[in-house]
C-alpha cells in the first residue's frame, strides 16, 4: 500500500490527478488521514466540493489538529457560501504562510466601540483588494481604523473610511488592537452579501473611453504559474482585437489607482487570474477572467461562470489543465458580442 500511496503522490505532485485520485481510492484505509487528505485536495481543486467537504472532515476525525486540512476545508466551505464555519477554519493559514504581526492585543470580535484598530495587510494584493471592501463595515463599529497596505494599493484604497498607509513597522501605532485584514469577516460575521460590489469607485482619466482592457500578466509572488498564458497564447488573444493593455510596463500606470482609472472608461476588462480581476470586480466592471485548471482559488465555486464577490464577473475557464486552446475558443465566441 505504501509503493501505491507513493505512485499517487507522485502524480498528485505532477499533476496527474486522475491518476493520483484512482491510487488514492486503492487504499482509503491505509493512513487514512494522508489519503483521505489528499484525495479531498484533489476534489476541491477539480471543482467537487461536495464531495471535498466530507472527504476532509473524515480525514480531520483522524488527525483534528491538522493545519493543512483546515485550511483546504476552510476554502472549501468558502466556496460552498458557507462563510462562518469557513472563515474560522481559515484562520488555519496563519500558521501556513507568513504574516505582519503588530505589539498590540489581536482583534478577536470583541466590541470595537471608542476604540482604534490597526488592520494589517496579508497575502497577495488581488487578497487585500477583496478583503478591503469590509473596511467600511469595520469603520462603522470602531473609533478609527488605521490600514497599512503594499505600497501600490494604498493610493487606490483612499476612499475607504479609514487611515490607508503603507509602513513596515508598526510599534508606533497609536492604536488599542490590531487585526489581519483577512480575518475581519470572521469577527464581523461577514461575507460577500454584506459588502456586496462595487464597493471601490473610480473616475475615469482622460483616455480611451471605451474598448477592453488587457491584463495577460501576474505578479511574481503568486504560486500558480499555469494560470498565466504563454507568449504563443498572449500573442492570439491580442490579436483577436484592438485592445487597452493594462499591465503597468504597457500602460504606464505608476499604481493601481491609475490602472483603476484607466478600467473606469472602460467597457470591460479581459484577464487573468490576478489582481486585476479583484480590481475590475471590485469596480463592479464587466470583467472576463480566464482560470487555469486545476482550480486553485477560493473567491468562486467552479460550479457556475460567476463568482459570489464579483457579480461583474464571467468566468472563463481550461476545460483541462494546460487546455489554452479551448479558453481562445471561447474568447473569440464572445469578443464579437462585445464591440
Keep these: 500500500m505504501e ?25 482509503l484505509s491505509w493512513r487514512p488521514a494522508r489519503t483521505l487528505g489528499n484525495l479531498g485536495v484533489i476534489l476541491r481543486v477539480t471543482g467537487r466540493l461536495e464531495e471535498a467537504e466530507s472527504v476532509l472532515r473524515e480525514a480531520l476525525s483522524f488527525t483534528p489538529d491538522n493545519l493543512g486540512l483546515q485550511h483546504t476545508l ?7 457560501g458557507r462563510y462562518a464555519e469557513g472563515w474560522a477554519l481559515y484562520e488555519a493559514r ?5 504574516r505582519p504581526t503588530a505589539p498590540f492585543p489581536e482583534w478577536r470580535g470583541e466590541s470595537l466601540a471608542g476604540k482604534r484598530i490597526l488592520v494589517l495587510a496579508e497575502q497577495g494584493l488581488g487578497d487585500q483588494i477583496l478583503w478591503s471592501r469590509f473596511i467600511p463595515l469595520l469603520a462603522e463599529q470602531a473609533a478609527e481604523v488605521r490600514l497599512a497596505v503594499a505600497r501600490p494599493l494604498a493610493p487606490l ?7 490607508v498607509f503603507n509602513a513596515q513597522s508598526f510599534a508606533d501605532e497609536k492604536v488599542d488592537v490590531w487585526a489581519s485584514i483577512g480575518s475581519v ?16 469607485r473610480r473616475g475615469a482619466i482622460p483616455g480611451p473611453t471605451s474598448g477592453i482592457g488587457l491584463m495577460l500578466q501576474g505578479g511574481d509572488r503568486n504560486p500558480h504559474p499555469a494560470r498565466v498564458p504563454g507568449p504563443q497564447i498572449a500573442k492570439a488573444i491580442r490579436g483577436m482585437g484592438d485592445f487597452v ?11 493601481f489607482a491609475e490602472t483603476a482609472d484607466r478600467i473606469a472608461g472602460l467597457d470591460r476588462v479581459l484577464t487573468v487570474d490576478t489582481s486585476v480581476a479583484h480590481l475590475a470586480g471590485s469596480m463592479g466592471k ?21 463568482s459570489a464577490w464579483y457579480p461583474s464577473a464571467r468566468i472563463i475557464r481550461q476545460r483541462a489543465p494546460g487546455d489554452w486552446a479551448g479558453v481562445l475558443a471561447d474568447i473569440a465566441g464572445i469578443i464579437p458580442t462585445a464591440r
Excluded: C, K, N
Excluded at 94 to 98: E, K, S, T, V
Excluded at 185 to 199: E, H, K, S
Design 3 to 27: 509503493s501505491i500511496f507513493a505512485a499517487a503522490f507522485a502524480h498528485q505532485q505532477a499533476g496527474r490527478l486522475d491518476e493520483a485520485e484512482a491510487g488514492y481510492r486503492q487504499i
Design 74 to 80: 476552510g476554502m472549501t466551505l468558502l466556496q460552498l
Design 94 to 98: 496563519h500558521q501556513l504562510l507568513p
Design 157 to 163: 484604497l483612499q476612499e475607504l473610511p479609514a487611515h
Design 185 to 200: 469577516p470572521r469577527w464581523l460575521g461577514a461575507g460577500p452579501d454584506d459588502a456586496p460590489a462595487p464597493t471601490l
Design 245 to 255: 493593455e493594462l499591465a503597468p510596463e504597457r500602460s504606464g500606470a505608476r499604481d
Design 286 to 306: 464587466p470583467v472576463w477572467i480566464l482560470m487555469s485548471r486545476p482550480a486553485i482559488d477560493w473567491y468562486v465555486d467552479w460550479r457556475t461562470e460567476r
